[in-house]
């Protein structure tokens, strides 16, 4: 065999570039569970003691991927987690998927200003805090001073707060000059459609969309829970505060039974509101089509923004943004459904998390 024709035979198989590359995809599993495992499974596996379930048993969990409470509130519902995308799955493969753009939705002053100038439905923003400094927007002064004769309260929200913490209520101007604590902004008061005033009147309830888009990059409304305030969820809806959720029929606009979490980790469905009597089981959000509209809209607005769960209140005049999340939660929507299994979106989700 010639000089040449050595060189041709041991050159055969896959170019050393791909085999490595190859290699590549085949770690990259084990590194995102490694680093899942790292960060998450300590607090996983201290808090999954509310689940009741041995340390070793929280562990098995933490290691397919799951905080331990939830899986238990998985198989308490269907008896398996089959099809459920995992907290791994979240912290590792859909986290991060709006890159650098997610500070749209992390920073609320730069958000409602950014829907502003698109003319989307948003609450007014009267003043920025920063600094322990209030600096009023344009005409915001005399506007907050109005809306506290009309409506009685505005809101004052941290500028980067999320799941609802810090929340306050405030009823004149000299008690706004008391939040000085952190960057916040003071907003509108957003009057709530009547449906979800008679469900419960303490709280705004928000409905959280899931927008994804598909291969054409398209929005899509993936799927939809109403959140619901109780005596114990405070001044926010949030699930995490003691809320309530109740899936949202993407199709129609109709609840399903509603859902909490009582003691011992235990799931409990609910026909009706369990301070308030109120039924959501079967109740229709009214003008549900202009939701559709919305997340159309939104998409246009922001294409930069691929992944958000969008928090909407539903007035008399229509659906309105209370804010976008670029990390959301999908534990609500998986009480339901396994999203994995959906036939609509999970091909859309299952692509994200084999990459």
Same mark, same amino acid.
């Given at each position: 065999m010639d000089d040449g024709a050595a060189i041709a035979a041991g050159s055969s198989g896959p170019p050393l570039?791909?085999?490595i590359g190859g290699v590549r995809r085949q770690l990259r599993p084990l590194a995102?569970?490694?680093?899942?495992?790292?960060?998450f499974g300590p607090s996983y596996l201290r808090e999954g003691a509310a689940s009741g379930r041995s340390l070793l048993a929280r562990a098995r969990d933490v290691w397919?991927?799951?905080?331990?409470?939830?899986?238990?509130?998985?198989?308490?519902?269907?008896?398996?987690?089959?099809?459920?995308?995992?907290?791994?799955?979240?912290?590792t493969a859909l986290h991060g998927l709006n890159g650098h753009y997610a500070y749209v939705l992390d920073n609320k002053a730069l958000f409602a200003e950014l829907m502003r100038a698109r003319e989307l439905a948003t609450p007014r923003v009267y003043a920025v805090s920063t600094a322990g400094r209030w600096r009023f927007a344009p005409g915001g002064e005399a506007a907050l001073a109005e809306a506290l004769r009309r409506d009685g309260r505005i809101v004052v929200k941290p500028t980067l707060g999320s799941k609802g913490r810090s929340i306050r209520l405030c009823r004149s101007l000299d008690e706004l000059d008391r939040f000085q604590d952190e960057d916040a902004i003071a907003t509108s008061f957003?009057?709530?459609?009547?449906?979800?005033?008679?469900?419960h009147a303490a709280t705004l309830n928000t409905i959280r969309i899931l927008m994804m888009r598909?291969? #054409? $990059?398209?929005? =899509?409304?993936?799927?939809?829970? *109403?959140?619901?305030?109780?005596?114990?969820?405070?001044?926010?809806?949030?699930f995490s505060a003691g809320g309530l959720v109740a899936k949202v029929d993407v199709a129609t606009g109709t609840l399903d039974r509603a859902v909490t979490i009582v003691e011992c980790n235990a799931?409990?469905?609910?026909?009706?509101?369990?301070?308030?009597?109120?039924?959501?089981?079967?109740?229709?959000?009214?003008?549900?089509?202009?939701?559709?509209d919305l997340v159309g809209a939104l998409g246009d607005a922001f294409p930069e923004l691929?992944?958000?769960?969008?928090?909407?209140?539903?007035?008399? #005049? $229509?659906?309105? =943004?209370?804010?976008?999340?670029? *990390?959301?939660?999908?534990?609500?929507?998986?009480?339901?459904?396994?999203?994995?299994?959906?036939p609509r979106v999970g091909p859309l989700f299952r692509r994200i998390v084999a990459r």
């Open positions: 570039a791909s085999r995102r569970q490694a680093r899942f495992v790292r960060r397919a991927g799951f905080h331990p409470n939830e899986a238990d509130w998985y198989r308490q519902i269907r008896g398996h987690t089959r099809g459920v995308l995992t907290n791994r799955d979240r912290e957003v009057v709530q459609a009547p449906y979800a005033h008679e469900i598909d291969a #054409a $990059g398209r929005p =899509v409304l993936a799927a939809a829970v *109403h959140r619901f305030g109780t005596a114990g969820s405070g001044l926010v809806d949030n799931v409990r469905f609910l026909d009706a509101h369990p301070d308030t009597g109120a039924p959501i089981a079967g109740v229709v959000v009214p003008g549900w089509d202009r939701v559709h691929v992944y958000v769960g969008w928090d909407v209140a539903m007035t008399e #005049a $229509g659906p309105t =943004v209370i804010e976008g999340n670029a *990390h959301p939660s999908l534990r609500f929507f998986q009480f339901y459904d396994t999203l994995l299994d959906d």
